[in-house]
């Protein structure tokens, strides 16, 4: 079983940045991040695969930034020129072996 452990959420005004930080307690193919504010579905943010292949939703392309330390089993979201409408809980995912795995979550808030 894969456990992840995010961090890095906070408040931040329009226009700031945050970086999230998701840790794996094992190397895995793909890691990605979701997102889900009050009242919306879940919804894919970024993924990127071992290979370092990486794909954006429209909404944060030119913004936001996945990255990973393979050697530290970590995944990075670099979120920049932040927007209200990011405010969100932000879950760290991976999939292995057919099986979805979900971090606790981390709260971003973005206020105008």
């Known amino acids: 079983q894969v456990q992840l452990v995010e961090s890095g959420g906070g408040l931040v005004q329009a226009g700031g940045s945050l970086r999230l930080s998701c840790a794996a307690s094992?190397?895995?193919?793909?890691m990605a991040w979701y997102r889900q504010a009050p009242g919306n579905e879940r919804e894919l943010v970024a993924q990127?695969?071992?290979?370092?292949?990486?794909n954006y939703a429209d909404s944060v392309k030119g913004r936001f930034t996945i990255s990973r330390d393979s050697a530290k089993n970590t995944a990075f979201l670099q979120m920049n020129s932040l927007k209200p409408e990011d405010t969100a809980v932000y879950y760290c995912?991976?999939?292995?072996?057919?099986?979805?795995?979900w971090g606790q979550g981390t709260q971003v808030t973005v206020s105008s």
């Open positions: 094992e190397n895995t193919y793909n």
């Open positions: 995912n991976t999939v292995r072996r057919g099986v979805a795995y």
């Open positions: 990127i695969i071992l290979g370092g292949t990486t």
